[in-house]
């Protein structure tokens, strides 16, 4: 019995390392409202590449995320129900970003979750620190001139409602 206790621990500190502020005690958000995206160039789960020239005139979400993560689980469908909103939409992008999980690991989550918005397998966490330091989930949205107008982390978790209402004020 004590050895299936420690590995139950193990295993929920490892779910709960991927979600909260593991790297320091105060997080270091780099992407603040009112900045503009960072310099990018992501390739997505269907081969193609998107880079800062695709998101002009466009509404960008991005959310960063961690399989691993709780959180981000319980965030991802609300990421796919705004998708599913504006997919038809030529003016608004809506992008998933993994913070050091490679496609072996993003890909089966999508499928079990049934989400259908674009991803972007990142076997390391170097787009992810353009953001942020710490934390996940993380949702950013930037205007149409690629300035962010809002920033979400783990404390504040927009609904797809909240997210439609932002993306579609931009």
Known sequence: MPVAACALMLALSTLLYSCFREESPEPVQRVAVGDRLPALSLTLDDGSTVTN???????????????????????????????????????????????????DLVAPVWEELSLTFPYSAQQDDKVYRKFADSVVPRIFIADRQGRVVACFDDTNMPSAELLLKVVGSV
């Open 53 to 103: 020239e695709d998101f002009n005139g466009k509404a960008v979400l991005i959310a960063l995320f961690s399989v691993k993560c709780g959180d981000c689980r319980k965030e991802l469908p609300e990421v796919e129900r705004l998708y599913r909103a504006l997919q038809d939409r030529d003016d608004v992008l809506i992008i998933g970003i993994s913070r050091a999980e490679g496609e």
